[in-house]
């Protein structure tokens, strides 16, 4: 059964930090990976979608990175702002084409101004 | 892009009644709708698939008559949680899968059985 482990699971940073949340998935046969972002008491929000045979997505201050074979993907986010204050989850599609995400926990993170 | 209701947002109900809630795509087809849930600090945990016209497929722990989903169209279905408890607050998130397989999720409603 495919487990999604995200660490750290809360991050607080100053204004303008670079940072790197962390993404780990046990079975490394999936098809697509996603970074949402969940503000609080609301739903998801898409961030990037990385397919199985990428290695990186990119948008604005945000990169995403996947090593399948290592199970490991990562979401930098560049000259953090207070805005980008949320919980960010990171979900895998299994490699079956049933069309369900596992999701890890989340990392709750804070930047202060 | 493509856009998923939920209503209502938040609800409060006595122990033992039933709620509805519905998940409507405005403007897209979903043939397959998700139901998930999720508790403080804890990740989405899927509930239940379901597919326009047919029975609604239950994850593994899910109680298949505490949760009725209704899919009748392909742009509603509904999670009706039936003689709730308050162990059955949670936050309750529905997505509809578009285009590329692509689930696109709604706001989510807010559950407190009192």
């Known amino acids: 059964k495919q487990e999604v482990t995200q660490i750290p699971a809360a991050l607080s940073v100053p204004e303008g930090e670079n940072l790197v949340l962390n993404c780990s998935f046990t079975?490394?046969?999936?098809?697509?990976l996603q970074w949402f972002r969940q503000d609080p008491g609301k739903g998801l929000t898409s961030l990037l979608l990385?397919?199985?045979?990428?290695r990186e997505q990119t948008s604005g201050r945000l990169n995403a990175s996947l090593d399948k074979s290592s199970g490991r993907s990562t979401l930098y986010i560049a000259a953090s702002q207070p805005g980008d204050s949320a919980t960010y989850l990171c979900?895998?599609?299994?490699?079956?084409?049933?069309?369900?995400?596992?999701f890890g926990k989340g990392t709750m993170l804070l930047v202060s101004p | 892009g493509a856009v998923v209701s939920q209503h209502p947002s938040w609800v409060i109900c006595k122990s033992g009644t039933s709620v509805k809630i519905e998940c409507r795509s405005l403007?897209?087809?979903?043939?397959?709708m998700f139901w998930y849930r999720q508790f403080p600090k804890q990740s989405l945990m899927l509930m239940a698939t379901?597919?326009?016209?047919?029975?609604?497929?239950?994850e593994q722990g899910v109680e298949k008559d505490k949760f009725l989903i209704n899919h009748a169209s392909l742009t509603l279905s509904t999670l009706t949680v039936t003689s709730a408890h308050p162990e059955d607050s949670s936050f309750y998130i529905c997505?509809?899968?578009?285009?590329?397989?692509?689930?696109?999720f709604g706001p989510g409603t807010r559950l407190t059985v009192l």
């Open positions: 979900a895998v599609k299994e490699d079956s084409g049933y069309s369900t995400l596992t």
């Open positions: 079975d490394s046969a999936i098809y697509n």
């Open positions: 990385i397919q199985s045979s990428q």
């Open positions: 403007d897209f087809q979903a043939t397959t």
């Open positions: 379901s597919n326009e016209g047919s029975k609604a497929t239950y």
């Open positions: 997505s509809g899968k578009g285009g590329w397989d692509t689930q696109y």
